[in-house]
């Protein structure tokens, strides 16, 4: 287990300086060494989510410095969860954009295993300041992948995107700073030690820069009122970078669950739960706004990037709880929101592609090349979306709603949740029944059937549905969420475990520490803190 | 000293803030630049504000400045100034391309999502 933790993080990268220097004009060359490395990363986070099935968190000291002083990886069953996700995302999207996006500018493949590269190190590091350096790796290569075959819309959208991010990261380094200044470390298992030892002068500060990360995440997360670089910049970037971006939403929603259960979790002391009273709300009007924007859309890219900002309000609603049923039913749902997602962004695009005009508006059209395959997938896509039975997307609502029953926010939930669902509903339909069914009606009634499917002139970018390609990515995205809902069992027990993990923080930060700090600091221990698990741990379980 | 230090940080963050409400991109950008300042310095004076300590170990040291905050600085600095660089270019990219210099939507980008290339 020794070095295994770190090689999907130094993997990608050397693949990306190898596609760089070696492959730079042999586009062959660079997806076989793409494909290669993203296989290669997979397999990996397929053995790290085994070991972290059956072991506490293993802690990796880069460099082998010891753990409060140099940079540690944390590989636990959250970490190891994650980054298997990514893969099985990034997977589908680098076949899909085998399709042809990725010869319409240079570099395509590099910057996409920068982005692997700067993802699974966010999910893996254990060191605040390190969380920020992963976080700016994965946004330059957004950054790139976002303008990859420029126009002049994506390049505005593009601006506002670096803007937004460059200001959220400037904000990132102000509450490091603070956290620093005060307890002196930023080594999370360290913080979460010293955070509630503060003495109360200084509270004030460590709440201060509790609150700016918090902003910084809800950024990345798109809750809002910070969601509104999300919708401009999805629906601008080409379909492969739109349905990998789907993950980097949850990067942020994983943050926001990773610090807030951690370091200001139950042993924060006085500054225990921060978050819950800032998210919860934010959640539920996020989930809201997503839905109208659902109703609102007048294409279709807006309609999945705006369900995409109702699903992170849902996810938020979840981790918000911050008890093990909610949070374990969040980590469920966040797995298939980002499939969904995923697959939805890809399908849109070969819609898109096959109507005769070319364009994302929801208007009527003449008939779809290959109709009824990909009417077939964007009716599966939309169930899933919108959490109808009998797809994960329901599974993952169900138990969200059962995690928040017995909770003081259960009728806010309920209500929310299950009225947006019949918003999502309606949206969806609205759009599929305009997509497919009145196409064909319109085109009868103009211009009679008489008019042969192959006259009308489609886009020839070389990436159209006309390839298989992009059916089986889009495909293989929908067989995921098949799996997830067909072993919702087995995969809602490893998030249970999980979720008791993360909440508990004690496995986590023995791993980094060791049991000594652990037992000297008294973590966990005293009446206090202990009043306080009582008070929030069980929750969930009181019904 | 740590009031003459937080005023100016105060105000240069102030100053970036304005800037980077304005809009057009290019006092966007040198809010950015003022903001990415200000953080820095903030950075740097989270490790006390000290004259003359040495950052490492040493046997007639009688205080000792922080060193971590220094390499934090550095990092901070180097990511501010490659991202910088990154808007200057996107900027002057969007110029060219719509012949204008605002940050929103413009009449020549709606007419380009009616028609996309």
Known sequence: MTHWTILPIVVPALTAALIVLLARQDLVLQRFLSVLSALAVFVISVGLVVHATGNPPYSYELGNWPAPFGIVLVLDRLSAAMVLVTMLLVLAVLIYSFAGWDKRGRHFHALFQFQIMGINGAFLTG?????????????????????????????????????????????????????????????????????????????????????????VFAIKAALVPLHFWLPATYAAAAAPVAALFAIMTKVGGYSILRVYTLIFGEHAGDIAWIAQDWIMPAALVTLVVGMFGVMAGRSLRDLICFSVIGSMGTLMVAFALFNEAAVSAGLYYMVHSTFIAGALFLIAEMVINGRSDGQDTLAFGLPLHREALLS???????????????????????????????????????????????????????????????????????????????????????????????????????????????????????????????????????????????????????????????????????? | MEMLVSSGIGLIAACGVYLLLRGRTFPVILGLTLLSHAVNLVLFS?????????????????????????????????????????????????????????????????AEQRDPS
């Open chain 1, 127 to 215: 060191d605040l300041f390190n969380l920020f350096v992963f976080f700016e790796v994965l946004l330059i290569a957004s950054y790139g992948l976002m303008l990859h075959g420029s126009g002049a819309t994506r390049l505005k959208s593009g601006m506002q995107y670096v803007v937004v991010n460059l200001m959220g990261s400037s904000l990132f380094l102000v509450a490091m700073a603070l956290l620093y200044g005060v307890t002196g470390t930023l080594n999370m298992a360290d913080l979460a030690l010293r955070v509630g030892q503060v003495e109360s002068g200084n509270l004030a500060l460590v709440q201060v820069g509790a609150l700016l990360l918090l902003t």
């Open chain 1, 376 to 543: 077939g997938l964007f009716f599966l896509a939309a169930i899933g979306m919108v959490g109808m039975p009998p797809l994960s997307g329901f599974v993952g609502k169900l138990l969200i709603l059962d995690g928040a029953t017995g909770t003081p926010y259960v009728a806010w939930i309920w209500v929310v949740i299950l009225s947006t669902s019949l918003f999502n509903i309606i949206g969806f339909s609205r759009a599929g029944s305009i997509l497919f069914w009145k196409s064909q009606a319109e085109a009868a009634s103009q211009s009679g059937p008489s008019v042969p499917m192959e006259s009308v002139s489609r886009k020839d970018n070389g990436h159209g549905p006309e390839s298989g390609l992009g059916i089986s990515s889009a495909a293989f995205l929908l067989g995921l969420i098949g799996l997830l809902t067909a072993f919702s069992g087995p995969v809602s027990q490893y998030f249970d475990t999980t979720a008791a993990q993360l909440l508990d923080g004690r496995p986590y930060i023995e791993a980094v520490l060791g049991s000594d700090a652990l037992v000297e600091s008294g973590f966990g221990s005293s009446p206090e803190a202990d009043g306080m698990e009582d008070g929030l741990g069980e929750e969930g379980d009181m019904q």
């Open chain 2, 46 to 110: 989270m490790g006390r504000l000290n004259v003359g300590l040495p950052p490492i170990i040493s046997k007639d040291a009688t205080g000792y400045a922080d060193p971590l905050p220094q390499a934090l600085v550095l990092t901070a600095i180097v990511i501010a100034f490659g991202m910088t660089a990154l808007a200057v270019v996107l900027a002057l990219r969007g110029y060219l391309e719509t012949g204008e210099d605002s940050i929103n939507a413009t009449r020549s980008e709606t």
